[in-house]
């Protein structure tokens, strides 16, 4: 089956940037969605943005939007998020996931990458 394998993670500062990549491998069937869900210690995971490739829409947490800003590269298999004006209520563990089609769940994921946002 598919492997998503997050990076980009790390340690920043609030108000800086970080760029996180999902790489996909093994099946190379063209999902219907890609999204980004991040989960804190203690609370459930939760959706942050999310990308449907077939014309490119996208969807957004409250909490990010105007922040975050989620793309792809379907050629390499691969999709970003890009979060800029990071606050500490961003840290968690942000994981890639993807659904096959428009009715689908999301049942394929990454192990996740550690964000922290210091104060």
């Known amino acids: 089956q598919v492997q998503l394998v997050e990076s980009g993670g790390g340690l920043v500062q609030a108000g800086g940037s970080l760029r996180l990549s999902c790489a996909a491998s093994g099946r190379t069937f063209s999902s219907y969605a890609m999204g980004w869900f991040r989960q804190a210690p203690g609370k459930e995971r939760e959706s942050v943005a999310t990308i449907t490739w077939e014309r490119g829409s996208t969807y957004y947490a409250d909490s990010v939007k105007g922040r975050f800003t989620i793309s792809g590269d379907v050629a390499k298999n691969t999709v970003y998020l890009q979060m800029n004006s990071l606050k500490p209520e961003d840290t968690a563990v942000y994981h890639c996931?993807?659904?096959?089609?428009?009715?689908?769940?999301?049942?394929?994921w990454g192990q996740g990458t550690q964000v922290t946002v210091s104060s």
């Open positions: 996931a993807t659904r096959s089609h428009r009715y689908s769940a999301y049942n394929n």
